[in-house]
């Protein structure tokens, strides 16, 4: 089985610009999660979708966006970005048929705003 | 709200040589998950190994194993034999379960360098 993917894996914006990652789960997993992962600050949970809605959401700024499409494959979108928002951005899907919920993380495409 | 603390932003260990990583957090909830996870620096996230709450035997995967001590809410991993692919950062994470789904909250993270 492929793993999860994501794209681009290097960005580079400016401040004041708008940024869309995509995320590719596992095939079959119909749940992702977003972090956003800044050195010292680990990983902070942004938001989790199943079945194209958002079951969960972390303590980020409307900026943070994101969807899921009928094939679980999932967006996530950042509006006026901030010099603050560089940081590698991790996705993870989880097979809701195993116990306890496994993630399974993407490389993460790493964002750096200018 | 859960909280998940690395007191131990850097490790490092003589190859062949055993360390612990610590862990704990903090939690009202009696029926959770704990994890570590290892990224390399190649920065995929993989899953080193896992313990549920509700066991009071401590996980073991190979050389991987925990010390979880549920009432003083620590969850600290020991690497035996360490190989310089250990070398990696690693993340204690705590899983609570939600009506609406699982939650995940992470530490931030011990660097570990497997020396030769």
């Known amino acids: 089985k492929a793993g999860v993917t994501q794209t681009p894996r290097y960005l580079i914006k400016t401040r004041g610009q708008q940024v869309t990652l995509s995320c590719s789960p596992i095939s079959g997993h119909r749940s992702v999660s977003w972090y956003q992962q800044t050195p010292g600050q680990g990983l902070q949970f942004l938001f989790e979708?199943?079945?194209?809605?958002?079951?969960n959401k972390g303590n980020f700024p409307g900026r943070f966006s994101g969807r899921q499409f009928s094939n679980s494959r999932s967006e996530m979108n950042v509006s006026t970005l901030e010099l603050g928002d560089s940081a590698l951005y991790l996705c993870?899907?989880?097979?809701?048929?195993?116990?306890?919920?496994?993630?399974?993380f993407g490389p993460g495409t790493r964002l750096t705003v200018l | 709200a859960q909280t998940v603390t690395q007191s131990q932003p850097e490790m490092s260990v003589q190859e062949a040589e055993t360390v612990t990583l610590s862990c704990t957090y903090d939690t009202s909830e009696s029926n959770y998950y704990l994890f570590w996870y290892k990224q390399p620096p190649s920065r995929q996230m993989i899953l080193v190994i896992r313990?549920?709450?509700?066991?009071?035997q401590n996980a073991t995967e190979n050389r991987f194993s925990v010390n979880f001590q549920k009432a003083a809410k620590s969850f600290s991993l020991k690497i035996s034999d360490s190989q310089l692919g250990d070398t990696a950062m690693y993340f204690c994470a705590f899983m609570k379960y939600f009506v609406k789904g699982n939650q995940f909250y992470f530490g931030t993270g011990t660097s570990l360098t497997v020396i030769p």
């Open positions: 313990q549920e709450a509700y066991k009071q």
């Open positions: 979708y199943f079945s194209e809605t958002q079951r």
């Open positions: 993870a899907s989880t097979s809701l048929a195993s116990s306890p919920n496994e993630q399974f």
